[in-house]
Nanobody, 123 residues
């Protein structure tokens, strides 16, 4: 059982940056592909970014491509989401998730989830 704990959320103005972190409890962290999702009020949870086991391959939702960067540090059992040029429409609860396969964009394809961290972007 992998436990994931997100941190780094907060309230920022449009155009500013935030970096989210997700710490994993397991030393087998490097065995999992990781992803970030977000869920805005009244909307379904949506894929944001994914990264493979070694951090050498990443992929993004079109809405964040070029503004967000996912990375990981397997020595620290941590995955990051650097968010630049934030927009009000980025406001959501952000979740990290772990998967046994690489490349998934669907919620059901991920095996473990964190509790989420709130990101609010004011205009």
């Amino acid at each position: 059982q992998v436990q994931l704990v997100e941190s780094g959320g907060g309230l920022v103005q449009a155009g500013e940056s935030l970096r989210l972190s997700c710490a994993a409890s397991e030393s087998t962290f490097s065995s999992y592909a990781m992803g970030w999702f977000r869920q805005a009020p009244g909307k379904e949870r949506e894929f944001v970014a994914g990264i493979n086991w070694t951090g050498t391959s990443t992929y993004y939702a079109d809405s964040v491509e070029g503004r967000f960067t996912i990375s990981r540090d397997n020595a620290k059992n941590t995955v990051y989401l650097q968010m630049n040029s934030l927009k009000p429409e980025d406001t959501a609860v952000y979740y990290c998730a772990a998967a046994m396969i690489y490349g998934p964009r669907k919620v059901r394809q991920y095996d473990y989830w964190g509790q989420g961290t709130q990101v609010t972007v004011s205009s």
